[in-house]
């Protein structure tokens, strides 16, 4: 590569609320992460990231919490043994959290429409003021790979969620496998999906070492570079 | 075909799919979910059905129904729930049936937790279940090798006409990797199932598939039937890999599943500061590729076996009974779903390296 690498700008956010939503797998956990790290970084108000994920037992964003601690990121997340279970428990400090809109509020929510089911609950808190609420697409993944999965993924979590996405993520990735091509295929993916539902990408998150060998022009939203936190046992970081 | 991300229980599921499975039960038992939650999305499209049974006991007497018709069969569990099935896997066993279980384990005994182990070794290798039978056991290490085995454990059991387990820890089970799934599945010829299973005796004398003998010479005869199935498998259907085994090593690693992944790390990077290590990975757990470690760690700089397990020191005893005491076997785990890290690997691995002669901490 010659020259200076592409710099992306941000994602910025005006809303106190970002809930990050999507199939099971699509990388929510991790996005949901990196993008408290981004927010305690660039802007002045408090992070705090709240775990939603009550459908599954492993990788999620608590696991992550005392990192994020070292980061001054305040983290809500079951404590004691109920740290570890994957029972359906909404902590009421969630709740609280929702409806005072202290600083920023980032949600890691559970996979698909039986993850997001959780939201609907939290529907009165949510609608006392603005929020975002993103779909994450990983274009690799089963059910997400084309328009028509992705179409069914969003119409189904607003339904059991009885909330509507304002925006879009695409998190298109193959981990070790990543390509520039694939990032592309998947944004590809993403914008028929925005054109199809008139809702904005608000930004692409992936590894800044492979996203920089895009060719600059491709990408016209912001860019969340990402650092992996929630790591296999025999990885390293 | 491309590569595609999968979580591993739904790999396991297409990868039965691709494998020309369309029946599966199961009940709810976490860390396993996703392969009923994949089964129930993608087996209508297959022409295939996914029953829920009432309990595993139910689930367990589905299998063998089902298995009997010569149809191929599987469910997925996790380690309670694989508890309750075991006296159907000994009549099915006993009733020569192919069918395959997965058992994505979690830590135990009891209800235990959900978080990964590696603590249902005995009951996987030694029986579980009541009588003289033994379950053909296939660990994978990765998503990938999880497809891989899933695919040709319905052809294993087939060939075997005996139950074939898949255990994976819940690591395996819940980790997302890329996987690619072959364009066409090819499997060597075997008799067809027509020879044996119910299928309506139209034009030929009824069957009866039973594990039920009383009169004892018979049953005799089946056990020792059974004996010699497995007598065959040690024969020929011996599984493993092995990394970085080298004759200057001094320490022969014995590992298996997702924890020889971790030690796999531990082994690369210590190879990097110049400390060389090599790691014995068993992918079939019965058959045991007894044979095979006894070599490795009979070699002539090898001062120490180290087996590495997230259980408490159940695989040991098959290396202890492989390495009959031609060197020292050691163990170091952790069980209930504390998984060591590669650093205590390499801290234990260090401490035999200085003192070969000590005796390492449980945990």
Redesign the interface.
Known sequence: MTGSAPTFPAPEFKEPIIAIVGGYGSGKSEVAVNLSHLLVQSQPEPVTIADLDIVNPYFRSREAASQLDKLGIRSIVPEGSLHYADLPIILPQIKGAIENRDGKLVLDVGGDDVGARVLSSLHDAFEKGGYEMLLVINANRPFTSDVAGCMKMLNDIEKSSRLKFTGIISNTHLMEYTTPDTIMDGYRLTQEVATKTKLPIVFLSAMSEIVTGVEPGLIDVPVLLLDRYLLKPWERS | MA?????GN?AIA?AAIKAGCVNYFCYPI??QN?VGEYMA?RLPEVGGAFLQGESEVAVGNMLFGAASTGQRVFTTSSSPGISLMQESISYMAGAHLPVVIVNIMRGGPGLG????AQSDYFQATKGGGHGDYRLLVLAPSTIQEAVDLMMLSFHLAEKYRNPVMIIGD??IG?????VEFPEHHEEPELPSNDLWAITGAKGREPRVIKSLFLDPKLLDDNSWNLYDKYARMEREEIRFESYRIKPKNKILIVSYG?MA??C??AIDELEKDGVSVGLFRPITLFPFPSKQIAKEAKKKNIENVLVIEMSTAQMKEDVDLAVLGAKPVKFYGETG?L????DAVKEQIMKLIKNPNDELKRR
């Open positions: 590569k595609i991300l999968m979580k739904e297409e976490t860390p996703e999305r937790g959900i978080l990964p819940g690591m819940q980790m997302m990797e890329p997702t992944r971790i796999q790390t779903g998984v060591p890290s590669p």
